[in-house]
């Protein structure tokens, strides 16, 4: 079996190659969807709304991929790396700038979502009471979420909230991939080092992401592989039929 419980990560190494994380982990060399990445084009992104409640989300079938993670994370900035627009998402540098979700059409097939930031310590406690009722609601009643990307900050150790809500996500059963952000600031040792920590305490708590990447906005790591993932769990596109009939076009011409 491809599973590997985090009981076993002592032996667990992840390596960098280019821009794509491998984990070698007693003979599981990439995780699968690696061998089938398909390269996504952004061609398209339109801002389609945002929302502070489930009721006021756009509406539509388009599956949905939500990222979310603690403020000052670098979510913005990875959202504009990611539809290769620089001004797509406003960054900041104060946290807690993101109030609402805000809601992006993706080459008129998928919806990426920028959930508000969680863990800003000057947010009154109403806002976080808000922050909560609302993400909360999206997503465990959100119809079309294929998938939630957590991001945590690279520089960091294991931090209690991004902790605990990955805990939350896999009690609710939702399916989470987690984000490693920031990774040009640190040397790979380092990087290594704070990421295995987090997935560490992820297993002996019980929790297993679907994946894990490592990101940069700076420098475009782990872009095409996140994309690719994504591209991968879309419904594939219906093929074009070509025309069954005798094309005569030919004989009107000359």
């Not at 089938?36 to 502070?52: F, T």
């Not at 990611?82 to 805000?102: D, F, I, V």
């Not at 979420?145 to 991004?162: C, E, I, K, Y």
Request: with cysteine.
């Amino acid at each position: 079996s491809s599973h590997l419980g985090f009981e076993s990560l002592s032996a667990c190494h992840f390596f960098f190659s280019g821009v794509r994380w491998f984990r070698l982990c007693c003979g599981l060399v990439t995780p699968g969807w690696c061998g089938h990445l398909v390269r996504m084009k952004i061609e398209m992104v339109r801002p389609i709304g945002s929302a502070m409640a489930l009721e006021e989300c756009p509406a539509g079938a388009r599956p949905e991929f939500a990222f979310v993670g603690r403020s000052n994370v670098g979510k913005s900035s990875l959202i504009n790396l990611l539809t290769g627009r620089s001004g797509m998402a406003q960054t900041s540098g104060k946290p807690g700038k993101t109030r609402r979700m805000h809601f992006y059409l993706i080459n008129g097939d998928w919806h990426l979502v920028d959930l508000p930031g969680y863990g800003y310590a000057r947010v009154s406690k109403a806002e976080q009471g808000l922050f909560n009722e609302c993400v909360s609601a999206y997503l465990s009643g959100r119809e079309g979420l294929l998938q939630v990307f957590l991001l945590v900050d690279s520089q960091l150790p294991p931090q209690d909230g991004d902790l605990g809500f990955a805990h939350w996500l896999q009690e609710c059963g939702l399916p989470f991939s987690v984000v490693f952000t920031k990774s040009d600031k640190l040397s790979g040792r380092r990087l290594e080092g704070n990421a295995e920590a987090f997935l560490q305490a992820l297993g002996e708590a019980g929790i297993e992401p679907v994946e894990r990447f490592a990101c940069s906005a700076k420098t475009g790591r782990g872009r095409g592989e996140l994309l690719a993932f994504i591209g991968g769990m879309l419904p594939a596109k219906p093929k074009k039929k070509r025309s069954s009939g005798v094309q005569l076009g030919w004989m009107k011409r000359g």
